[in-house]
């Protein structure tokens, strides 16, 4: 019988990957644990080999893992947009295209607001890296768009995201870098940082996943929105200067009802302000 990615499992497996942990990947994707780890199980039956594993309250991607998120991205931008030009609108989804650096607070604060004005109706998460994310808000093709940076003249600002350095807490170093595959505003605003002169770049990962392994192993330091200080196995590097920050911005689209997108602006704007996200 063929081997077959289903593009379910890829979601989640990109979630896992996104939020670097199963019950986070879960709340996002508005599915149960176990229905992310079925998705998993599949996948690597399907590849063969083991894709994530498990160390202590943290997962790691292995080799294989690594290589199919790759891909991941590529498959499923290339599924959705021939999904919306074939249907043209998504029927009653409602679809939120969100940067795989969101926090689990964000996207929660999305959910919470969607229920609330639009009782009933699903809500369809996809992940895409930021350069994607303006194609969805350019075509329109999702109810709301978030990310870093601008995508346009739609372009909602929501508030500035402040980034931390963070290292090992185990096996801390500060004398190399560990950063995101370009494109990626938190790959530039570090690199742009007067403490990232003179260093070495001694690893890039496409997801944070990858990053928090490497850096959790003690290959150097990196920038990350400050909300995953209470990441496992992480430090705060002490006594540097934060890299900057982060605008943080949503396209909403006025298929949504008036007092749904108000509401939505708002909601997300005291979250940033509470630094909850």
């Known amino acids: 019988m063929m081997s077959v990615l289903g593009i379910p499992e890829l979601r989640s497996l990109l979630a896992v990957s996104a939020f670097a942990g199963v019950g986070r990947a879960a709340e996002a994707l508005h599915l149960s644990q176990p229905a992310v780890t079925g998705h998993l199980r599949r996948l690597e039956a399907e590849v063969g080999a083991p894709l994530i594993v498990r160390r202590g309250r943290t997962i790691a991607l ?3 893992g690594e290589t199919l998120v ?3 991205y ?3 931008a290339a599924h959705d947009d021939a999904l919306d030009r074939a249907r043209g609108r998504i029927g009653s989804d409602l679809v939120v295209a969100s940067t795989n650096m969101a926090g689990v607070g964000t996207l929660r604060t999305v959910s919470r607001v969607l229920a609330a004005h639009a009782p009933g109706q699903r809500v369809s998460v996809r992940f895409h890296r930021t350069v994607h994310l303006e194609g969805f808000a350019r075509a329109g093709t999702a109810d709301v768009v978030l990310g870093y ?3 346009g003249a739609d372009s ?3 508030g ?3 980034l931390d350095w963070f290292t090992s807490a ?6 190399a870098l560990v950063a995101f595959t370009a494109p990626c505003l938190v790959r530039e605003t570090l690199l742009a940082s007067p403490v990232a002169r003179g260093l070495d770049l001694v690893r890039e990962s496409i997801d944070l996943t990858g990053l928090l392994m ?3 192993a003690g290959e150097g330091m990196t920038a990350l929105p400050r909300s995953h200080r209470h990441e496992p196995g992480l430090a705060p590097v002490p006594g540097l200067a934060s890299p900057g920050t982060l605008q943080l911005s949503a396209v909403v689209s006025e298929r949504l009802p008036r007092d749904a997108r108000h509401a939505l602006v708002r909601e997300l704007r005291a979250a940033v302000a509470a630094d909850v996200l």
Do not use: K, L, Q
């Open 62 to 64: 292995t080799a294989a």
């Open 70 to 72: 790759a891909d991941a």
């Open 74 to 76: 590529r498959i499923i």
């Open 149 to 151: 940076g601008r995508f």
């Open 156 to 158: 909602v600002p929501i």
């Open 160 to 162: 500035r995201v402040e």
């Open 170 to 175: 185990a096996h801390p170093r500060t004398d």
């Open 214 to 216: 490497a850096v959790r």
